[in-house]
């Protein structure tokens, strides 16, 4: 019952966060040119969070994320590891389209930020998954993604807390740049055990308390895991 209560208290609180997006004053002027709003979909009490950049033509049409051929890679990868895309949340940085998909500017991605930081605050995912290097910016600034893509990176955020990240590439990436597929397949069949390594290791509230904003830490999933540091 304690979980059916929590899904149906962030499934609430998400659509009161996109009426607030909807009758927002302060969007960016993708507002003005968008088909539909496209907010994020998935599980609103989901362990892991997939962000990508933002809408492509199809999204901005059904007001869905990742319904395109990135979306279709996304969902048999997700299929691989024995997930459905109904089990995982799906958002962007930006939630409008940008003119022939061109790449968030600056004054967009910062505008759309604090709707992307209450998505987390709500669903408070144990594990996000940043596709591409617009979304990992986000979170972790200043960093490569081909020299991250893969480690598991703990970070304290600004307002949000401890957060564990995984970058990896995005699928519309891979889709250009196949022998990337590999790599990004590699990268999803760790997903399951970094959710039971998090799951038995839960973050230490003292450890937290204790510690600044954006201090890093390393986390090893298994020896045979990669660790992530940063810093």
């Known amino acids: 019952m304690e979980n059916l209560v929590d899904f149906q208290t962030k499934e609430k609180a998400l659509i009161d966060l996109y009426r607030s997006?909807?009758?927002?004053?302060?969007?960016?002027?993708?507002?003005?040119s968008r088909t539909k709003l496209v907010p994020g979909e998935g599980n609103p009490d989901a362990k892991i969070m997939f962000i990508g950049e933002a809408p492509?033509?199809?999204?901005?049409?059904?007001?869905?994320?990742?319904?395109g051929a990135a979306g279709k890679?996304?969902?048999?990868?997700?299929n691989k590891i024995g997930l459905q895309r109904e089990d995982v949340f799906i958002a962007n940085v930006l939630k409008c389209r940008p003119p022939n998909n061109r790449?968030?500017?600056?004054?967009?991605?910062?505008?759309?930020l604090p709707w992307l930081q209450k998505q987390v605050e709500i669903i408070d995912p144990s594990l996000i998954i940043p596709l591409g290097r617009h979304a990992m910016e986000r979170f972790l600034p200043g960093m490569k993604i081909s020299a991250v893509r893969g480690k598991i990176l703990r970070r304290n955020v600004s307002g949000l807390g401890y957060r564990v990240f995984m970058p990896t590439y995005h699928p519309a990436a891979v889709l250009y740049h196949r022998e990337w597929l590999g790599?990004?397949?590699?990268?999803?069949?760790?997903?399951?055990?970094?959710?039971?390594?998090?799951?038995?290791?839960?973050?230490?509230?003292?450890?937290?308390?204790?510690?600044?904003?954006?201090d890093s830490l390393e986390i090893g999933v298994s020896k045979h895991f990669e660790q992530g540091k940063l810093l």
């Open 21 to 32: 997006i909807l009758n927002s004053k302060n969007c960016c002027k993708l507002a003005l």
């Open 56 to 67: 492509g033509k199809n999204e901005d049409e059904q007001g869905k994320p990742f319904v």
């Open 73 to 78: 890679l996304l969902g048999e990868l997700l």
């Open 103 to 112: 790449d968030p500017l600056p004054e967009e991605a910062s505008a759309c």
């Open 183 to 214: 790599l990004l397949e590699e990268d999803f069949k760790k997903i399951p055990k970094i959710l039971e390594y998090l799951k038995e290791n839960p973050t230490n509230e003292k450890e937290e308390n204790n510690a600044g904003d954006w």
